[in-house]
């Protein structure tokens, strides 16, 4: 994952080429971009350092990002197709998938430069998202909050919370006793706070917790160092310490872009399709396009997973 202000960069990018309505009324704008950072939210549940971690919410995300991934977007979008007419609930489902086309193209290249320490995949995660922002639309990330870009009020929008819900339990049993509907609002709830907490364009949270806020806040200036790799380096595949990579931001940006276009199409023209012939097509179209592909490896689910790297923070 890049960080939040990527992704929605990313489904800004993908909805002015596809000529998208989402962006042009606030609520569906907001629903968008908070469909953008996928699964990510779950991760936020009881994110304060007193807190219990690994809640049924944290590892929800974890298997979002590594189990059924391809299934649970095809019955994400069947589930939206059942609410023909509501907005908000179609606006998140593009948001979502966009995540997860993104992800599956950069994430390799993160896990690989960020490594294994703590809280250092966050860090770089932030690094990229300011040097993103400012050379792809002149945004500061330490300078504009984010949180407001996400806020949908407390919860997950269009029905989103039920729908979650419902298929996190038939894709995932092992946390259907654990897990409410009301943790997915809660989650939320908290991801838009920690963004509020994390943005520090003074730098005053970050001295009063000793630092423990820095690798979560958006830089204040923007990092001068090759975050995105513009000159290719080499770069191990974190799945096989063998190969040797050198694609930069720009270029799994590129091929995200384009896989983006032709997926979210595909799953769009599906929503649309009236006839159950046309459905059907549709459908089949669309889970040729999306795989089953894992959010972190960019891999067929299950098949590697992530092992390797030769961090640079």
Same mark, same amino acid.
């Given at each position: 994952?890049?960080?939040?202000?990527?992704?929605?960069?990313?489904?800004? $990018?993908?909805? $002015?080429?596809?000529?998208?309505?989402?962006?042009?009324?606030?609520?569906?704008?907001?629903?968008?971009?908070?469909? !953008?950072?996928?699964?990510?939210?779950?991760?936020?549940?009881?994110?304060?350092?007193?807190?219990?971690?690994?809640?049924?919410?944290? =590892? %929800?995300?974890?298997?979002?990002?590594?189990?059924? !991934?391809?299934?649970? %977007?095809?019955?994400?979008?069947?589930?939206?197709?059942?609410?023909?007419?509501?907005?908000?609930?179609?606006?998140?489902?593009?948001?979502?998938?966009?995540?997860?086309?993104?992800?599956?193209?950069?994430?390799?290249?993160?896990?690989?430069?960020?490594?294994?320490?703590? @809280?250092?995949?966050?860090?770089?995660?932030?690094? &990229?998202?300011?040097?993103?922002?400012?050379? =792809?639309?002149?945004?500061?990330?330490?300078?504009?909050?984010?949180?407001?870009?996400?806020?949908? /009020?407390?919860?997950?929008?269009?029905?989103?919370?039920?729908? %979650?819900?419902?298929?996190? !339990?038939?894709?995932?049993?092992?946390?259907?006793?654990?897990?409410?509907?009301?943790?997915?609002?809660?989650?939320?709830?908290? +991801?838009?706070?920690?963004?509020?907490?994390?943005?520090?364009? =003074?730098?005053?949270?970050?001295?009063?917790?000793?630092?423990?806020?820095?690798? +979560?806040?958006?830089?204040?200036?923007?990092?001068? @160092?090759?975050?995105?790799?513009?000159?290719?380096?080499?770069?191990?595949?974190?799945?096989?310490?063998?190969? &040797? =990579?050198?694609?930069?931001?720009?270029?799994?940006?590129?091929?995200?872009?384009?896989? /983006?276009?032709?997926?979210?199409?595909?799953?769009?023209? @599906?929503?649309?399709?009236?006839?159950?012939?046309?459905?059907?097509?549709?459908?089949?179209?669309?889970?040729?396009?999306?795989?089953?592909?894992?959010?972190?490896?960019?891999?067929? !689910?299950?098949?590697?997973?992530?092992?390797?790297?030769?961090?640079? &923070?």
């Amino acid at each position: 994952m890049p960080n939040l202000w990527a992704h929605i960069q990313f489904g800004r $990018e993908l909805a $002015e080429a596809l000529r998208l309505p989402f962006m042009t009324d606030p609520a569906q704008r907001t629903a968008f971009q908070l469909g !953008c950072q996928g699964p990510d939210f779950l991760f936020y549940d009881h994110y304060l350092p007193w807190q219990r971690s690994h809640t049924p919410a944290n =590892r %929800l995300g974890s298997l979002l990002h590594n189990v059924s !991934c391809g299934p649970f %977007l095809i019955d994400l979008f069947e589930a939206t197709r059942q609410r023909a007419g509501d907005a908000g609930a179609e606006a998140y489902a593009a948001g979502f998938l966009l995540h997860h086309v993104l992800d599956r193209h950069v994430h390799p290249y993160v896990f690989s430069l960020s490594g294994f320490g703590k @809280w250092k995949h966050q860090q770089f995660e932030t690094a &990229i998202d300011s040097v993103v922002m400012w050379r =792809r639309a002149g945004i500061h990330t330490g300078k504009k909050p984010v949180s407001n870009e996400i806020d949908t /009020g407390g919860k997950l929008p269009g029905g989103m919370t039920d729908i %979650l819900y419902a298929l996190s !339990c038939k894709h995932y049993p092992g946390l259907a006793g654990e897990l409410t509907a009301g943790m997915l609002d809660a989650s939320v709830r908290q +991801f838009v706070a920690a963004q509020r907490l994390f943005f520090d364009p =003074r730098g005053w949270k970050g001295r009063l917790t000793f630092g423990m806020l820095a690798p +979560f806040s958006p830089p204040r200036t923007i990092p001068p @160092w090759d975050v995105l790799n513009a000159r290719r380096s080499g770069w191990i595949d974190p799945v096989d310490r063998t190969q &040797i =990579r050198q694609e930069s931001v720009y270029d799994l940006w590129d091929a995200a872009f384009d896989d /983006g276009k032709l997926t979210l199409a595909a799953g769009l023209t @599906w929503l649309g399709a009236g006839s159950p012939g046309g459905a059907e097509e549709a459908k089949a179209a669309f889970e040729s396009r999306v795989g089953n592909v894992s959010y972190e490896t960019g891999l067929p !689910c299950g098949n590697a997973w992530i092992t390797f790297a030769e961090p640079v &923070i």
